[in-house]
């Protein structure tokens, strides 16, 4: 294929599908940004209430201060999810996917602005759960990069996994089923509110075969400095797995799978 009339990128159709996608969660913030805000809150209420005051420390720290980033964590990812699913499926429900398909968009180029609009989201989600944590219950950042860097690796990881799922979905009922099925077992079953140091054995080696597991316990240390495994191991194993779920969107963007036809 030679090189195209406007160049290798097609950098207005790129910006213009990232700002669809950004658009689309801002117009109805309500729904996408606050939202996922109290939802985090109440969970970091609950559980403090119920079990906070009878739970000792953990890994050296608070509980609360435990608890928190696993809960951003799992808020972020899915929120992500959401995002890039949706944006697919509705498209797809609606008829209307057609119009993201026929400009002069490369595969490459679709990866790129659906997996901006679910990180973009993410993003902005975490650091508003953060600044709420940080005030309510004094939430510390002892490793500011890492946290960046495990947050968006699993936006875009779990954006990744959004993205197959509404491509292979054909209805909502399907998209439900990977969510409660594959997305909420995932991010509940990764240490967002226990060490995995206190499961047996079995429980904890399948953990350890969860990639979120790796995404939770890396936003853990980047936010209170502490985790179950090396940092550098979860940035490798995030690494990884995401840069495998992003080949695979656009094996399935440039086949057109269940897409054109």
């Not at 194993?237 to 995401?242: E, F, I, K, Q």
Request: cysteine-free; charged content about 10%.
């Amino acid at each position: 294929m030679g090189v195209r009339r406007f160049g290798r990128v097609n950098w207005l159709g790129l910006w213009t599908l990232v700002l669809r996608e950004v658009n689309r969660f801002l117009s109805v913030w309500t729904q996408t940004l606050l939202a996922p805000l109290v939802t985090a809150g109440l969970f970091l209420t609950i559980f403090t209430l119920a079990i906070g005051p009878s739970r000792g420390p953990v890994m050296g720290m608070p509980f609360v201060h435990f608890l928190a980033p696993g809960i951003l964590t799992m808020t972020v990812i899915q929120n992500a999810f959401a995002n890039t699913s949706s944006s697919i499926m509705i498209s797809k429900v609606q008829g209307n996917i057609v119009d993201t398909l026929m400009p002069p968009l490369a595969p490459f180029e679709l990866v790129i602005g659906y997996l901006a609009g679910g990180a973009a989201r993410g993003l902005v989600v975490a650091v508003a759960i953060w600044l709420g944590m940080a005030v309510s219950v004094g939430l510390p950042l002892a490793h500011p990069l890492f946290a960046l860097a495990f947050v968006l690796l699993g936006t875009l990881f779990i954006g990744g996994l959004g993205v197959l799922a509404g491509i292979v979905s054909q209805k909502f009922d399907h998209m439900a089923a990977i969510t409660n099925f594959i997305i909420t077992p995932l991010s509940f079953l990764s240490g967002t509110f226990y060490s995995v140091e206190t499961l047996p054995h079995w429980f904890r080696v399948l953990t350890h075969l969860n990639p979120v597991f790796y995404l939770i316990d890396g936003v853990r240390y980047g936010i209170i400095g502490r985790s179950d495994s090396s940092p550098w191991l979860g940035l490798a194993v995030m690494s990884a797995v995401t840069a495998a779920v992003v080949l695979l969107n656009w094996l399935f963007f440039r086949r057109g799978t269940k897409l054109k036809s």
